[in-house]
Structure formats: structure tokens, C-alpha cells
């Protein structure tokens, strides 16, 4: 494919009819840290006919996320599970703010009962407390569920530890398009290929994936349900066909096509139908995405005489020019709320995720490695999932907004082109 850049690509149980290694994960490497905290102590749950603790996954949720510092509950005394237990005097000593406990206790045909609750240690008021009824393969996607409770609780923004992440895996010769948890356990295989898959964009149900693959000898562009496995090609015309970016309202992709000229955007419906070309240029123009409201139209171009990132309103007009940094700008992605804009920089031979202020313009390199690409928000817009390269390798990584907090996802085989499901399919 000629082009000027690399493309861009209930409880949490709805994937339980797959079948996966349960426990097979990446591995967290915790990078960089934050200062003020949240001092949360999350106390190993009182456990019963499972070898598994939930309490483990909650506070690994909890710290990747930057947000929470975790507390030691070594040398607390007897642990408590229940809420008479608790010694508030004892916590806020240790300099807990927040605490969780819980049970898993045995119920009928296998299953467990998962109960926790949230105090806050220095009011001494409980904040939160549920019960969960699940089977034992089912107990990391609670986990997740209460993580995401507590941080909602804790910080008044919805929880990401339930949501899931795609991924292209290259391994031994051959291509997957991988879903898995955000923290990459439960990873399933959605389509394998001995040629090129690249771009995965899910729909804003987080029930379908679009992607390329190369399997037709040429780039074209699939759309396949996840849960029944079922795919159609949405575009297939001469040349290339890349870079799909969903329409907020699920119906119509914005995408790359050759066929009439150079690399140029159109709109698509996903059920069918003529190509719509939004702009006529010269130049190279791809790698689209919507703003959350569907007007603006985010890209990257060369029509300026370097790759550099345009907008352009739906509703007509010419395209703006967006980053005037350096010399190389590409691969855009939209915070949720459509007020910062993550990108790949390239400064001093070095390609960077960065952020920008779309209000103020002020820009912000969040990483420090190599060759990072492919930059992804979660759906709270407090993280950003990427690719990067260490060793040889590909591999994925997760910085906080502000830049203070950097994670490396490991696993067997060559990672790359992430992208985070949107909030609403969990």
C-alpha cells in the first residue's frame, strides 16, 4: 500500500461463550509514577472454595490506573471482611483514605457469591456495597466490576477495568486480530490470517470490528461482528482500501480509498452502497476520525508538504490545518469528550505520542520512547493505549493524560495497532 505513514488504526461476561485460557495475561510493567494519590488500602477478600482472590485484580486495576496509591495491610492485625470488623483508627494510621473488603462465598451449581464494600476510612462511612452471584470463570470480570465501582466512587468518573482492547498479533508468520481485557488477560482470537491485518476501529457498540487485511492480495476493509464471527467486505474497489474510522452513529465508516485518484476520504455506508468522496485534493489524505458529535472530520494529509493533521466540517467548507509543530504530525484520536487530541509526533528522529489542547492548542510529548504509534483514549479519557517498539519487539503500552504515568503490556509475539472499545458494550 503506498503511503506516506503507518495507518492508524450486565457485568463484563458478554465474551463468557468464547473459550480462553482464563488466567493467560500480559505481563504490567509499571514505568513512571504520579505524586497525590489516593492512599486506598484493598484488603485480600475472606475466600472459599477458590484458589482465586478478586481483592488481587482490584488492586492491580486500581494502581494501573494511576489514580490510587495502594496501602499496605501487612501488620494490620486480623484482616476484616465484614463491616464490624473494621478498625477505622487502625487504617487511618497506615494513611488509608479508602478501604475495600469483601467474601467470596460458595453458592449453588458451583457458582460464588462476590460481596465488597467501600468505606471511607476517615469518615468511617461506608460508600459502596454489592453482591455478585457469578461462576468461578467469571470472577476476574467481577473483579473488574467492582474496580470500576470504586474508582467511579472515589473520583466521580466511570471506571475502565471492564472494558476490552483489539489488537493485531504478529506470530509466527501469521496475523490475529486479538480482543482481550484492557489489562490483557481473556484475549480471544477474532481473525487470523497469513497476510497483513492492520487498523482495527471498533463501532461505537463495541459489537464490530473494521479492519484491512491483506488476505485478497490488497488492502480491504472488513467489518466482522465479534459475537457471531460473522464479517463482509465494506470496501474492496481498486487500489488501496484502508484506515476505517466509525461514524458516531454506527452506520458509516470514513475510509481511504485510491480508486479514483491518490489516497483520498470517503464515506461509506456499512450496508452498502456508493462511496461518498468528501474533499478533492491533490495531496495524500487518510487515516480519519469523527469528532464524538459527528460534524468535524480529523486527518492526515501531506498537502501542506509534510504529514501534518487537518479538520474539516461534514457540513461543508475547506480544511484547516491543526498541528504546526515539527515536521511530521499523524495518526489523530479524539479524547470522548472531543477536547484533546492524541497524535504521533516525530521530533529528532523519534516518533511520540503527544496530546493537544484542541481549545488552546498547547501541546504536551507524553512518551519517551522510540517508535510509538497508533495512540488510542480510553473511553474515560484518562489513558491512552499505544504501540511501541522495545528490543525488536512490539509491544503495547498505556500513558495518563497528564503524562505521569506509563505501563508496557507484554506478551509472546509482535504487538501492534491497538484500540480501546468504547464504555457502552460492557
Known amino acids: 500500500m503506498h503511503r506516506l505513514i503507518k495507518p492508524r488504526s450486565l457485568l463484563v461476561l458478554w465474551l463468557a461463550a468464547f473459550a480462553w485460557p482464563a488466567w493467560a495475561a500480559m505481563t504490567i510493567e509499571i514505568v513512571g509514577g504520579a505524586g497525590n494519590r489516593i492512599p486506598v488500602a484493598v484488603v485480600p477478600f475472606a475466600a472459599s ?12 486495576d486500581l494502581e494501573r490506573s494511576g489514580v490510587f496509591r495502594l496501602i499496605d495491610s501487612r501488620d494490620a492485625g486480623p484482616l476484616p471482611s465484614e463491616p464490624q470488623d473494621v478498625r477505622f483508627p487502625v487504617w487511618r494510621g497506615k494513611g488509608a483514605d479508602a478501604m475495600v473488603i469483601g467474601q467470596v462465598l460458595p453458592a449453588s451449581g458451583g457458582r460464588f457469591e462476590v460481596r465488597f464494600r467501600l468505606f471511607d476510612v476517615v469518615k468511617g462511612a461506608q460508600l459502596a ?44 508468520g501469521r496475523y490475529e486480530l486479538q480482543v482481550s481485557d484492557f489489562d490483557g488477560y481473556n ?7 497469513p497476510e497483513p491485518l492492520i487498523s482495527p476501529a471498533w463501532s461505537p457498540d463495541g459489537s464490530r470490528l473494521a479492519y484491512v487485511s491483506f488476505e485478497e492480495k490488497k488492502p480491504v476493509v ?8 460473522k464479517r463482509r467486505a465494506v470496501a474492496s474497489f481498486k487500489g488501496s482500501n484502508s484506515a476505517p474510522a466509525w461514524a458516531p452513529d454506527g452506520r458509516r465508516l470514513a475510509v481511504a480509498l485510491s480508486k479514483d485518484a491518490v489516497s483520498q476520504i470517503y464515506l461509506i455506508d456499512v450496508e452498502g452502497g456508493a ?9 495524500l489524505d487518510t487515516e480519519p476520525i469523527f469528532s464524538p458529535d459527528g460534524r468535524m472530520l480529523y486527518f492526515t494529509s501531506d498537502r501542506g508538504g509534510s504529514p501534518q493533521i487537518y479538520r474539516m466540517s461534514l457540513d461543508g467548507g475547506p480544511a484547516k490545518r491543526v498541528t504546526f509543530d515539527g515536521g511530521y504530525n499523524v495518526s489523530p484520536a479524539l479524547s470522548p469528550d472531543g477536547k484533546i487530541m492524541a497524535f504521533v509526533h516525530r521530533r529528532e528522529g523519534r516518533d511520540l505520542v ?3 489542547d484542541l481549545a488552546t492548542g498547547q501541546t504536551q510529548v507524553l512518551t519517551d520512547t522510540n517508535h510509538d504509534e497508533s495512540p488510542s483514549f480510553a473511553p474515560n ?8 517498539r522495545v528490543g525488536g519487539r512490539g509491544m503495547l503500552a ?24 468504547p464504555l457502552r458494550n460492557q
Do not use: C
Not at 150 to 162: A, H, I, R
Not at 222 to 229: E, K, L, M, P
Not at 398 to 421: H, I, N, Y
Open 381 to 388: 479519557g484518562r489513558m491512552i493505549l499505544y504501540a511501541t
Open 275 to 283: 462511496p461518498k468522496r468528501l474533499m478533492e485534493s491533490p495531496a
Open 222 to 229: 472488513y467489518v466482522q461482528n465479534i459475537f457471531d464471527g
Open 398 to 421: 498505556t500513558v495518563s493524560v497528564d503524562g505521569l504515568v506509563k505501563q508496557r503490556l507484554s506478551q509472546t509475539g509482535d504487538l501492534r495497532e491497538p484500540a480501546w472499545a
Open 187 to 193: 484475549s480471544i482470537t477474532v481473525t487470523n490470517s
Open 129 to 172: 456495597g454489592m453482591s455478585y452471584t457469578v461462576s468461578a470463570q467469571n470472577l476476574r470480570a467481577v473483579a473488574h466490576k467492582i474496580a470500576d465501582v470504586v474508582y467511579e466512587k472515589l473520583t466521580g468518573e466511570p471506571g475502565v477495568f471492564s472494558t476490552r482492547i483489539a489488537y493485531i498479533l504478529k506470530r509466527g
Open 354 to 356: 503527544a496530546t493537544m
Open 49 to 60: 472454595g477458590t484458589a482465586d482472590n478478586p481483592a488481587e485484580v482490584v488492586a492491580a
